[in-house]
């Protein structure tokens, strides 16, 4: 029963914080996907492309293959290039897709498998929690480069400063 109720809150938690990429990418130009901050610091671009070759990796074959896939170039995740936005975009779509598939085709009895990421054992449910902590990571810093760009033009993805009290009032007022 725990193992059911695990999976539907990864899924849950999954596509919550691709929704706030997804709302990101969608407010932002071609070139403001390629754009970097001053110090050589990743274009959204590097992170999508990084995101989608690790989520790849990883969910491809899940239980069977090691999570570091012999086709997996990571070093060119980050160099520059010049796709265009649908290509980034297919890159984001393509990496979540194979996640949440492989998650989703999960059953509870293969939290407890052992899977393998660059050789090294984990059980299935630490490989989730791996993901978990690295995806929420990246979809930050995509949110946080778009808060830059677009600056004055930003809609908070959350609750906007100064409505925290009415956000609260508005969820307490749901449960009446």
Avoid at 23 to 49: D, F, M, R, Y
Avoid at 104 to 113: F, H, R, V, Y
Wanted: hydrophobic residues 35%.
């Amino acid at each position: 029963m725990i193992g059911k109720i695990y999976l539907d809150s990864v899924l849950k938690r999954i596509a919550y914080y691709k929704s706030l990429g997804d709302q990101t990418i969608a407010v932002l130009t071609e070139q403001q996907l390629h754009w970097q901050p001053e110090g050589e610091p990743n274009s959204i671009c590097h992170i999508i492309k990084h995101m989608s070759g690790n989520m790849r990796s990883r969910w491809t074959d899940f239980l069977t293959s090691d999570g570091e896939k012999p086709w997996r170039n990571r070093d060119t995740e980050f160099e520059a290039d010049d796709l265009s936005a649908a290509a980034i975009k297919q890159l984001w779509e393509d990496g979540w897709k194979c996640m949440l598939d492989a998650i989703g085709a999960l059953q509870p009895a293969d939290l407890e498998k052992t899977v393998y990421i660059r050789n090294e054992p984990h059980i299935a449910l630490d490989a989730i929690n791996r993901q978990l902590a690295h995806l929420p990571y990246h979809v930050g810093q995509i949110v946080y480069i778009g808060k830059m760009i677009k600056k004055n033009d930003w809609q908070s993805l959350s609750i906007p400063k100064g409505k925290s009290q009415d956000f609260n009032q508005e969820m307490f007022g749901k449960k009446q």
